[in-house]
């Protein structure tokens, strides 16, 4: 029985995995107080390892209705808050 090699891991692979990490972490700080900006997030995330925006176009019609969504879990949540 022969011993299974684990593939081998580009640095490539490995550099721009972490790169968009750090981005959607950075771009996901200012994201939910801001009304529409989980689209220009998307964009900020596609551009980052250098995928084509074209696909954004696909979510956009998806993205105001988790947008209001996004934004009334925020409010309710500052609501908590401050009550």
């Not at 551009?47 to 925020?74: H, Q, Y």
Request: hydrophobic share 55%.
């Amino acid at each position: 029985m022969e011993a299974r090699r684990a593939p081998a891991v580009d640095r490539k692979d490995c550099t721009s995995s972490l790169t968009l990490i750090a981005t959607a972490m950075l771009a996901a700080l200012a994201v939910a107080s801001i009304p529409a900006a989980g689209f220009v997030n998307l964009a900020i995330l596609l551009s980052a390892p250098g995928l084509p925006l074209k696909g954004a176009a696909l979510v956009f019609g998806v993205e105001r209705p988790l947008d209001m969504f996004r934004s009334s879990t925020n409010l309710l949540g500052q609501l908590v808050n401050v009550s």
